[in-house]
């Protein structure tokens, strides 16, 4: 089995059943082969991709929330609204 940077050796591991389109699992299966590892691995690698670019935007609001907070110049108030509706309702 191989390790990832997040994946501690006494890490208890869970198995669990995903349904993924089509379309999905061929790229899959394509992104294993070009990296010489198992589809498991390509999926729990991109799984923890995804919750880390989570977290990394959920702090970004609240960083963004901040500032808001703490600016009392109008114009940077104006733009992080901006900013914020962007990362709230997308665009």
């Known amino acids: 089995m ?3 940077y997040f994946m501690s050796v006494a890490e208890k591991t869970v198995r669990q059943s995903v349904s993924l389109p089509a379309r999905v699992a061929r790229r899959v299966k394509s992104l294993a082969k070009t990296s010489s590892t198992s589809a498991n691995r390509i999926i729990v690698d ?3 991709s995804g919750i ?3 977290e990394q935007e959920k702090k970004r609001f609240f960083d ?3 500032r808001l907070a703490h600016s009392s110049d109008a114009k940077e108030q104006k733009l ?3 900013e914020l509706a962007r990362l709230t ?3």
């Open 2 to 4: 191989v390790y990832s």
């Open 46 to 48: 991109l799984i923890e």
């Open 52 to 54: 880390e670019a989570r």
């Open 64 to 66: 963004l929330a901040d």
């Open 80 to 82: 992080l609204k901006a």
């Open 89 to 91: 309702f997308g665009e």
